[in-house]
């Protein structure tokens, strides 16, 4: 539901900030009011293009921002989590429009994109006018709409799982057929390459602990000679620290039977005494075990060139030559054994085709049979709509595969798959009497195309999850009766759905739940667009001039109460 949207500086706009509530709410105004601009706005946060020409003038930037209540939107809350979100039950959306033409999308306060904007837009409102951004005229939204009237999620998640299962094995085997002569080309110089580096057998580490070793066995005539000075300087010398240490450590013995504050400083000097011992210990037995030995140089450096040469050719790195074993192994093993693999796949596939075909076409049967329902439905609630001689079709076709892995045969034909199935759905209609029925996309109007959404929204209200409705000025061409029926349709959908109407048929917004009055004031300067919550009395007033005109009479008043069921009040 859309709690409320904040506009500023878009078009006739200075700032306003709107409250909704609940079920049906109408807006109203005198034509040229800004009705519509208000309508645009609320587009730019789904979506819509943005131009320079919104921003009012003298402003920087046109700002809109809506609010909405996303509790239980499950999609909503999948997309968020899939872009990394904040996720709340209150959605925050936010455009922003510089006067040079630059445009940037909030999302709870985080830059989004404007794909991921429009994205999140279609999961929460459908807008029908004279605007773009309506779903109807989407052909591939046909499909989805049909299998929410006949309750099909289930079958077609059900598909949707068997296709990704089938798709994955078609595409490991496409993938496959594609590299089988570049793997037979590649074979023996593959065989080469592991024939290569298995010979030297290099190993995970093996690098810095040879060059360590290196680097010890280089060294190893400064290292036998500074040890042994050290252990001289330490333990065996004359004057040696440790013999120092020890006079220390007796004389600090003597003072303690005197005073007793040389305690703790002759406790540390048996601690040195001890600490040069062993450090000394170290030192002898580090020289004892120092040896050159020449052939162990030559070795380690043979076994370093060799890793040098690989590292050239294969990565740079011990790890990138062990990566590249890896892969040119499986892929000679792969080259070994094609056909065992390539026989694996195939029977993988038709397994996977077979229980695709199964799902798919109790799919198709399922959906023809909707298709003659919802036709029959819809061309009834057109007639309650004022289009008495409308025919509707829903035309279910199938695309024949030309060659591809992801078909599946049906008598014989070969279907192509794609993850709603094997058919393609699209409306037709015609509205005149005579007229063969042609697509919807191309032969409404966009005073049909509105009431043939109402018409499917009735039908679909409680399957279609989308939260909010919007129309705009979908009482194009009506009146009367036509426009009571349009009336009570609005207000059954809003029992489902938040439904926002711009009307100027009293019919329609006498049924209100909310009802808003859009004006234009002017300065002498320039013109601002405003809109309110009206009261109850200022309702039937609105009404009543919707029905009168401009002078609102004792007799208007008395219709439009009678219209919105408002008890006569005595006077």
């Known amino acids: 539901m859309l709690k409320s949207i904040f506009i500023k500086n878009y078009a006739l706009i200075d700032e306003l900030t709107i409250e909704f509530s609940g079920g049906l709410v109408i807006i109203t105004g005198e034509t040229g009011a800004g009705k519509s601009i208000i309508i645009d706005a609320l587009g730019l946060i789904i979506g819509a293009r943005a131009s320079a020409e919104v921003v009012r003038a003298g402003a920087e930037k ?27 039950d ?35 409102v459908d807008l029908h006018g004279q605007h773009e951004h309506q779903s109807l005229l989407r052909i591939d939204t046909h499909i989805d709409m049909l299998d929410d009237f006949g309750g099909l999620d289930g079958m077609v998640e059900e598909f949707r799982a068997a296709y990704e299962r089938f798709h994955t094995t078609a595409t490991e085997l496409r993938s496959l057929r594609e590299r089988e002569l570049q793997l037979q080309e590649k074979r023996e110089f593959h065989r080469f390459q592991m024939q290569e580096i298995d010979s030297v057998a290099p190993q995970a580490g093996e690098e810095e602990r040879l060059e360590t070793e290196l680097s010890i066995l280089e060294n190893s005539e400064k290292l036998s000679a500074s040890t042994s000075t050290l252990y001289g300087t330490l333990y065996e010398g004359e004057q040696s620290i440790h013999d120092l240490l020890v006079i220390v450590r007796n004389q600090l013995r003597d003072l303690v039977s005197i005073d007793k504050q040389f305690e703790s400083a002759a406790a540390e000097s048996e601690s040195a005494v001890a600490i040069v011992g062993e450090l000394a210990k170290f030192i002898q037995r580090y ?48 080259a070994e054994n094609f056909g065992e693999v390539l026989a694996r796949l195939n029977k993988e596939l038709e397994e996977r085709r077979s229980a695709c075909a199964v799902l798919a076409q109790r799919l198709s049967v399922k959906r023809q049979e909707t298709a003659r329902k919802i036709d029959k439905a819809i061309v009834g609630e057109l ?55 042609k697509p919807l996309v191309k032969v409404a109007s966009g005073g049909e195309i509105s009431r043939i959404m109402l018409a499917l929204k009735s039908i679909l209200a409680k399957s279609d999850r989308l939260p909010v409705l919007i129309f705009d ?53 320039r013109a601002t667009t405003a809109i309110r919550k009206l009261s109850m009395d200022e309702r039937v007033k609105e009404v009543a001039k919707l029905m009168s005109g401009a002078e609102i009479t004792e007799a208007g008043m008395k219709g439009a109460k009678e219209l919105m069921g408002v008890t006569l009040n005595a006077g």
């Open 473 to 525: 000025e979908i009482d194009v061409g009506v009146s009367g009766r036509v426009a009571q029926a349009v009336g009570l349709s609005l207000k059954s959908l809003s029992g489902f759905h938040q439904v926002i109407a711009i009307t100027h048929l009293p019919q329609i917004a006498g049924l209100a739940d909310v009802h808003f009055s859009v004006v234009k004031s002017e300065d002498g300067k």
């Open 287 to 334: 020289n004892a075990g120092v040896e050159y030995n020449p052939e162990r140089l030559e070795e380690l450096r043979q076994r370093l060139g060799s890793l040098v040469l690989l590292k050239k050719k294969y990565g740079g790195s011990v790890e990138s030559i062990l990566a590249h074993r890896e892969r040119i192994g499986q892929e000679a093993a792969l």
């Open 383 to 437: 007639t309650k709509l004022g289009i008495q001689y409308a025919n509707f079709s829903t035309r279910i076709s199938q695309d024949e595969s030309t060659g591809e892995i992801e078909y599946i045969k049906v008598g014989k034909k070969a279907l192509r798959l794609n993850p709603k199935g094997f058919d393609d759905v699209e409306f037709y209609i015609s509205t005149n009497r005579g007229e063969e029925t």
């Open 90 to 124: 209150e959605l925050i959306i936010r455009r922003e429009v510089s006067v040079k033409g630059q445009s940037r999308c909030f999302v709870n306060d985080t830059p989004a994109t404007i794909s991921l904007q429009k994205q999140i837009g279609e999961l929460l």
């Open 62 to 88: 046109a700002v809109v921002e809506g609010v909405f209540d996303t509790s239980g939107n499950r999609k909503i809350k999948a997309l968020l989590k899939e872009n990394e979100l904040d996720d709340s």
